[in-house]
């Protein structure tokens, strides 16, 4: 079945600077690639998503980038601010499984003031 | 959390013991889903539901069973709950793949089994 990596698993920014999380999965069928944030306490909410026939999309300051080939892909925060601080979860999906996000790790992501 | 509410929202309990959870939707989504969170592995699977009296073991599903007898209503029952079934419980609901399979958590249930 599908496995989803996520790095780091911790990340600390100055605010104003770049975040980026990185993510890797084994499904090659996988074309479906969401990303969500979890604030302390509450459940996790989508914040952008990108399809595999699609490289970039950007919503403000996030982008998703997408590499089919390498089976990569990665968050993009620009700009960064305190509100920004959560734990981000990666997740794929495939039309083998398309019942099921399987989602990686998460990365607890810290906006220093 | 897009009309999803979770009970109860805390538990302690002993082992041994059975325990439900209870997910209820106001939002008549297809997909119903049960996750359990733990430091280090993310989000994982227990079972799913795609419709009432239809369910689905995810990646984690032992120890757990799970009932959907209406459309809204999505329960999760620790048969005999172990230490290693601590954990954070999120429903999730959604409609599926024609819709990118995007996901609406609940606010989660935070089990402890002493």
């Known amino acids: 079945g599908e496995n989803v990596e996520q790095h780091p698993s911790t990340l600390s920014v100055q605010e104003g600077d770049s975040a980026v999380i990185k993510c890797t999965y084994s499904?090659?069928?996988?074309?479906?690639f969401p990303w969500y944030k979890q604030e302390l306490g509450k459940g996790p909410q989508l914040i952008i998503d990108?399809?595999?026939?699609?490289g970039e999309k950007k919503d403000q300051r996030i982008a998703v980038t997408l590499n089919k080939t390498a089976k990569h892909f990665s968050l993009h925060i620009t700009e960064t601010q305190p509100e920004d601080s959560a734990v981000y979860f990666c997740?794929?999906?495939?039309?083998?499984?398309?019942?099921?996000?399987?989602f990686g790790p998460g990365t607890s992501l810290s906006v220093i003031p | 959390d897009a009309g999803i509410t979770q009970s109860p929202r805390h538990k302690v309990t002993e082992t041994g013991t059975p325990v439900t959870l209870r997910c209820h939707q106001t939002?008549?989504?297809?997909?119903m889903y049960w996750y359990r969170q733990d430091p280090g592995h993310g989000l994982r699977l227990i079972h799913y539901?795609?419709?009432?009296?239809?369910?689905d073991k995810g990646e984690v599903s032992d120890g757990y069973s799970v009932s959907r007898s209406k459309t809204e209503d999505f329960l999760l029952t620790l048969e005999s709950a172990t230490s290693s079934q601590t954990s954070v419980y999120f429903c999730?609901?959604?409609?599926?793949?024609?819709?990118?399979?995007?996901?609406?958590f609940g606010p989660g249930t935070r089990l402890t089994v002493l």
């Open positions: 997740a794929a999906s495939s039309e083998t499984s398309y019942d099921k996000v399987i």
């Open positions: 499904d090659s069928a996988s074309n479906y």
């Open positions: 990108i399809r595999s026939n699609v």
């Open positions: 939002e008549n989504h297809r997909y």
């Open positions: 539901s795609y419709g009432v009296k239809d369910t």
């Open positions: 999730a609901i959604g409609r599926g793949r024609d819709y990118d399979n995007e996901q609406f």
